[in-house]
């Protein structure tokens, strides 16, 4: 079973960056497809960004332009690189994977962004 440790949020002003780390602890696959989620207050949990190798991602409308998420299978770390951030991306984000082999998901406890306007 994996497990996913995320890191790297904070509180940030609109307009400014941060990068989001997702450790997977276990081998994971470049098969494998691992992608960032966020839930806000009151909302329900909505895809953010997903990639399976590199160059094979997507994205969210709301994101596209401003995220960018890449992995590194050699460190079993998959990030999310968020510039030009918005109020409206405030919220919690969670790390995902689901094994292409056996279809098992995990899911990270998550890390909290908050971007002051």
């Known amino acids: 079973q994996v497990q996913l440790v995320e890191s790297g949020g904070g509180l940030v002003q609109a307009g400014g960056s941060l990068r989001l780390s997702c450790a997977a602890s276990?081998?994971?696959?470049?098969?494998?497809?691992m992608g960032w989620y966020r839930q806000a207050p009151g909302k329900q949990r909505e895809l953010v960004a997903t990639?399976?190798?590199?160059?094979?991602?997507n994205y969210a409308d709301s994101v596209k332009g401003r995220f960018t998420i890449s992995r590194d299978n050699a460190k079993n770390t998959v990030y999310l690189q968020m510039n030009s951030l918005k109020p409206e991306d405030t919220a919690v984000y969670y790390c995902?994977?689901?094994?292409?082999?056996?279809?098992?998901?995990?899911w990270g406890q998550g890390t909290q962004v908050t971007v002051s306007s």
């Open positions: 990639i399976i190798s590199d160059g094979n991602t």
């Open positions: 276990g081998r994971i696959f470049s098969t494998d497809l």
């Open positions: 995902r994977l689901i094994a292409a082999r056996t279809g098992y998901v995990s």
